[in-house]
């Protein structure tokens, strides 16, 4: 599968902003979605995961209550709605794709997006 995530801008604190993942091919069903991000200097860190049914969901604890990773099947495409947007959220974010629910770290995943930069202004 061939990702691409968009949706990328610069925000006020407290802001919202939609981050957007396509999916290639026929197959988008049979991955488990995810969403990563990297601030300057920082290792690349889990942000958010949803399974292959959509119907279970898992976050860091640094998003839990704010970003909410969605996917819509007729679309091959997965979400995160970022809201209450916070400076610490400044990032490139990447989605991700993985054949196993439950992952939380980068190198498990084998799928990745070309990143989409959030930046949120104090």
């Known amino acids: 599968v061939q990702l691409q995530a968009s949706g990328g801008g610069l925000v006020q604190a407290g802001g919202s902003l939609r981050l957007s993942c396509a999916a290639s091919?026929?197959?988008?069903?049979?991955?488990?979605m995810a969403w990563f991000r990297q601030a300057p200097g920082k290792e690349r860190e889990f942000v958010a995961a949803?399974?292959?049914?959509?119907?279970?969901?898992y976050y860091a604890d640094s998003v839990k209550g704010r970003l909410t990773i969605s996917r819509m099947y007729a679309k091959n495409t997965a979400y995160l709605q970022m809201n209450s947007l916070k400076p610490e959220d400044t990032a490139v974010y990447y989605c991700?794709?993985?054949?196993?629910?439950?992952?939380?770290?980068?190198?498990?995943?084998?799928?990745w997006g070309q990143g989409t930069l959030v930046t949120v202004s104090s």
């Open positions: 091919g026929r197959t988008f069903s049979t991955y488990v």
């Open positions: 949803i399974s292959w049914s959509g119907d279970s969901t």
């Open positions: 991700a794709a993985a054949n196993r629910y439950g992952l939380s770290t980068s190198g498990d995943y084998g799928h």
